[in-house]
């Protein structure tokens, strides 16, 4: 079964990402704001990637000191999609 989820991101550019997963595989991502093409490269690569070898890559990074990112805030959405 498929399942959408829109995570409101904290301390970043983008302002929300839309993720839909399904059976632990990521199904599709979206990003609302941000560096559109940045977004949608992290969007592209993740497609099709099981959602934990997603969330180990992503997880940490920093953008500018921020101590966080818009791979990271994906990584955090994609965890509340787990729980969810």
Do not use: W
């Not at 966080?68 to 994906?74: G, V």
Request: aromatic content about 2%.
């Amino acid at each position: 079964m498929k399942k959408t989820i829109t995570y409101t991101t904290q301390g970043t550019c983008s302002q929300a990402i839309i993720v839909t997963v399904e059976e632990g595989t990521i199904c599709e991502v979206s990003f609302v704001g941000g560096c559109h093409g940045n977004t949608q490269g992290i969007a592209a690569l993740v497609k099709g990637m099981p959602i934990e070898e997603a969330i180990t890559r992503l997880e940490g990074i920093d953008c500018r000191g921020r101590g966080t990112s818009c791979p990271d805030q994906l990584a955090k959405a994609l965890r509340q999609a787990i729980e969810a």
